[in-house]
């Protein structure tokens, strides 16, 4: 496993991103092809590492710019990786009244969509029921949704 599974510090820096595609997509076919590894344990254990890593990366992220910051520099580079500390403008329009009654009205078309979704869910596919918009008084016709069932895999970590 320690050949195919790489450790922190293992993976050739100067291996591009879509080597590193390549590489990862080569490692898991031989995950599901040899009768070495259980696939989903190592799925489960990946799923593991990707929660370190993702953790990590967090907590590192501010003492990264921090360091790059004090070496003068805007950016790092290291292999075939370039850490670079960008600037991104967020535009805060909470000060426009017409764009606080536009996010309002957002909200309750949001909320009322929400709403009708809810009693949507409760028929069956094809289904067609006549509803009364508590809103209006106005009667509506409304139709069952379709239904898509897609398999998903769920790694819960205690």
Known sequence: MS??????G???????????????K???????ESDQFDVIKTY?????YELYLKTMIDELKSETVKKITESGQKDFEF???????TKRRKFD?????????????????????KSHE??????????????????????QMVHGPS????ENLMVKIA
């Not at 996010?103 to 949001?110: H, I, L, P």
Request: charged share 30%; proline share 0%; net charge negative.
């Open 147 to 150: 239904v898509v069932i897609s």
């Open 10 to 24: 293992d993976l050739d820096t100067t291996l591009s991103k879509e080597e590193i595609e390549k590489l990862g």
């Open 3 to 8: 050949s195919t599974i790489k450790n922190i």
């Open 93 to 113: 329009f909470s000060n426009d009244a017409y764009w606080n009654e536009l996010a309002k009205q957002d909200k309750t078309v949001s909320d009322q969509k």
């Open 79 to 85: 292999g075939t990786s370039k850490v670079t500390i």
């Open 26 to 32: 080569a490692h898991a076919a031989v995950v599901i």
């Open 118 to 139: 809810a009693i949507l869910k409760k028929m069956k596919e094809g289904e067609i029921k006549e509803i009364v918009n508590e809103t209006t008084g106005e009667v």
């Open 44 to 48: 489960s254990a990946l799923k593991r």
